[in-house]
């Protein structure tokens, strides 16, 4: 299936989506990745408010290069969703209802989207310059001295992203090379 | 003996380290061409358009194909009869690292104290150099720069010299199988073979530099890389991770002779935004 949805994501949107489908996001995002995700949860740990709400929100796992003068934002892709396996639980437990990045991730991870109702979105890693045009403005909102890994809120338009893991337990990886998986004769 | 003043040096690493990180080369684009037409899946085919439109759209705006622009992995072949003047090498690599990716609006992606603190260098120094003396009186600067996503699926096996062939092709097969969607494939699988410990991991990373669809000079490594590339495009993880016969650009084999101990297999994974450019000074 295909969307077209605009954020925030609700429990009832989410509740339709399965792995393969497709998504064209529109409306706020928020950036963040390794450094950003440390500083958030180390917050969520101590009880303290965070920078941004994140209920009902998209992350997208990326830390753009730098705009050059008269661009919005420079090269955009998904970087490797693996490395926030050990901060994400504890952000979908708050209402983080999406993240877009690329690869697997682990059971901690899956186990939170099911019980939380939220979704795992891969972007398409190492096409940067492409997905860099559906974003249409872009501002530092925290940690701006972590530089390419400082928090942004970008505003999107039809940002094109396939659903990897749903709420249901589905895999789009697992499934997708099942597939396509054969023996060689050796 | 020939002067170069190694301000050409900075020069060069800074020009080649944008033109590395804008555009790809043909044969990369020729290769997403050619497996856009037999891959199997569709959504495969739809990864693939996307990745020659991405690299098209950088060539046009001048927008690195993608936000990792790396680490800048640098490799001088300098000829003995060259006098390197003007300054100190070392110093004048990163000069050419740090006016490439400040002026060129590439990401800075390195940090200090990896174990701790990692604050952010910068500049994206320092370069990670790799010098070798050849005959001649030029200098040929290679600037490849090396993402972080396919760099963490790399390995290394220190493996048993009575594990043989079957041995080492399956640590590589299962290095690959492992990486699964994480390195951005289709990827290109650097292996080096025998030497030492870090001989190993330097083949693996120096036999990146090859063409895309070049054959191995050597009949005997020309005919495991073709084994490999089966094996790997066997396992189904496809265009992006979402399943296809598309999962390997390509496999480059490197080799020295082995200590009668040992059996190093080493396997560097470059993603699909296959980034070097050269040039001699």
């Known amino acids: 299936m295909e969307y077209k949805v605009t954020t925030p994501l609700s429990d009832e949107f989410i509740e339709k989506l399965h792995a393969g489908d497709r998504l064209l996001i529109s409306g706020i995002i928020y950036t963040g990745r390794d450094a950003a995700h440390k500083r958030l949860v180390a917050l969520v740990d101590k009880g303290e408010p965070l920078p941004i709400d994140v209920k009902g929100q998209i992350i997208y796992f990326v830390g753009p290069t730098p705009a050059k003068p008269g661009e919005v934002i420079g090269s955009a892709g998904p970087t490797t969703s693996g490395r926030m396996d050990?901060?994400?639980?504890k952000l979908l437990d708050l209402g983080l209802k999406g993240m877009i990045g690329k690869g697997s991730r682990n059971d901690a991870v899956k186990e939170a989207l099911k019980r939380n109702k939220a979704v795992y979105l891969g972007a398409t890693g190492g096409a940067g310059a492409l997905l860099s045009q559906r974003i249409t403005a872009a501002k530092v909102?925290?940690?701006?001295?972590?530089g390419p890994e400082a928090i942004r809120e970008l505003e999107v338009k039809d940002f094109p992203v396939v659903v990897i893991n749903d709420m249901y337990g589905g895999d789009l990886y697992v499934e997708g090379r099942k597939q396509y998986e054969r023996g060689v004769d050796s | 003996m020939r002067e170069l003043d190694v301000a050409r040096i900075t020069e060069a690493v800074a020009k080649l380290a944008v033109e590395a990180c804008t555009y790809l080369g043909d044969d990369m684009v020729?290769?997403?061409?050619?497996?856009?037409?037999?891959?199997?899946?569709?959504?495969?085919?739809?990864?693939?358009?996307?990745?020659?439109?991405?690299?098209?759209?950088?060539?046009?705006?001048?927008?690195?194909?993608?936000?990792?622009?790396?680490?800048?992995?640098?490799?001088?072949?300098?000829?003995?009869?060259?006098?390197l003047v003007g300054g100190d090498l070392e110093t004048a690599v990163d000069e050419g690292v740090r006016k490439g990716y400040g002026e060129g609006y590439l990401r800075k992606s390195a940090v200090a104290d990896p174990i701790g603190a990692r604050v952010n260098t910068g500049d994206n120094t320092p370069?990670?150099?790799?010098?070798?003396?050849?005959?001649?009186?030029?200098?040929?600067?290679?600037?490849?720069?090396?993402?972080?996503?396919?760099?963490?699926?790399?390995?290394?096996?220190?493996?048993?010299?009575?594990?043989?062939?079957?041995?080492?092709?399956d640590f590589i097969v299962d290095t690959v199988s492992k990486a699964g969607p994480n390195p951005c494939p289709p990827i290109i699988v650097g292996v080096g073979l025998g030497g030492t410990f870090e001989k190993a991991a330097y083949m693996a990373k120096h036999s990146l530099l090859r063409k895309v669809g070049s054959t191995n000079p050597e009949p005997r490594l020309a005919a495991l890389e073709d084994e490999i590339e089966k094996r790997c495009n066997a396992l189904g993880i496809g265009p992006a991770g979402l399943g296809g016969i598309t999962s390997v650009i390509d496999v480059f084999i490197e080799e020295l002779p082995a200590h009668i101990a040992s059996m190093p297999v080493a396997v560097n994974i470059q993603c699909h935004s296959a980034r070097h450019k050269e040039a001699v000074l």
Request: glycine share 10%; hydrophobic share 40%; proline share 5%.
């Open chain 2, 127 to 169: 370069a990670m150099l790799h010098t070798r003396i050849v005959p001649g009186d030029k200098v040929k600067v290679i600037v490849a720069p090396k993402g972080g996503g396919a760099e963490n699926m790399s390995a290394i096996g220190m493996l048993k010299p009575s594990q043989g062939i079957q041995g080492a092709v």
């Open chain 2, 30 to 83: 020729d290769f997403f061409k050619k497996a856009a037409e037999r891959e199997e899946s569709e959504t495969g085919r739809d990864i693939l358009g996307q990745l020659l439109e991405n690299a098209k759209l950088a060539r046009d705006t001048n927008m690195p194909l993608c936000q990792d622009t790396g680490l800048a992995v640098v490799f001088l072949e300098i000829g003995q009869d060259v006098h």
């Open chain 1, 141 to 146: 909102v925290a940690y701006e001295d972590l």
């Open chain 1, 86 to 89: 050990a901060y994400s639980p």
